[in-house]
């Protein structure tokens, strides 16, 4: 079974979200989902001050094996982008939770937290 941190929140497109307070999430993939794809090789990302709507497509994940789409689990404006995997996009692999996160938004709308799944409800959606 996957590692999912009980502190996170997640969606059935396998981001996760972390709170960091004051409006601002940051988001990667979960360790379920680098597992599913295998070797990653290639992530891109949207711009600093990219607007984002809750569940559309806001970049690309590539790996030896396959290429998904990646889901906005929130809406709000892109602060920061991990520009570190532009070199080192095998960190998604090594390092999901942590060094691997993809961005950061300030949220449009706080109560879309509100319909994230919890920990436990994940790892049942991977389970299953």
Same mark, same amino acid.
């Given at each position: 079974?996957? +590692?999912?941190?009980? %502190? *996170? =929140?997640? @969606?059935?497109?396998?981001? #996760?979200?972390? +709170?960091? /307070? $004051?409006?601002?999430?940051?988001? /990667?993939?979960?360790? &379920?989902?680098?597992?599913? *794809?295998?070797? @990653?090789? &290639?992530?891109?990302?949207? %711009? @600093? /001050?990219?607007?984002?709507?809750?569940?559309?497509?806001?970049g @690309?994940?590539e790996?030896?094996?396959?290429?998904?789409?990646?889901?906005?689990p929130?809406?709000?404006?892109?602060?920061?982008? +991990?520009?570190?995997? $532009? %070199?080192?996009?095998?960190?998604? +692999?090594? $390092?999901?939770? /942590? %060094?691997? #996160?993809?961005?950061?938004?300030?949220?449009?709308?706080?109560?879309?937290?509100?319909?994230?799944? $919890?920990?436990?409800?994940? =790892?049942? *959606?991977?389970?299953?």
């Open positions: 079974m996957s +590692n999912v941190p009980q %502190d *996170l =929140s997640y @969606v059935s497109s396998h981001e #996760w979200i972390r +709170n960091e /307070g $004051d409006g601002i999430v940051t988001i /990667g993939v979960t360790d &379920f989902a680098q597992q599913q *794809l295998g070797d @990653v090789v &290639f992530v891109e990302l949207p %711009d @600093v /001050g990219a607007q984002l709507v809750c569940e559309d497509e806001f @690309v994940i790996s030896v094996k396959a290429a998904s789409d990646l889901f906005a929130v809406s709000g404006e892109v602060i920061a982008v +991990n520009e570190q995997l $532009d %070199d080192d996009p095998e960190l998604i +692999n090594s $390092d999901p939770y /942590g %060094d691997a #996160w993809l961005l950061q938004i300030r949220l449009s709308s706080a109560s879309e937290l509100e319909q994230l799944l $919890d920990a436990d409800a994940y =790892s049942e *959606l991977c389970e299953e």
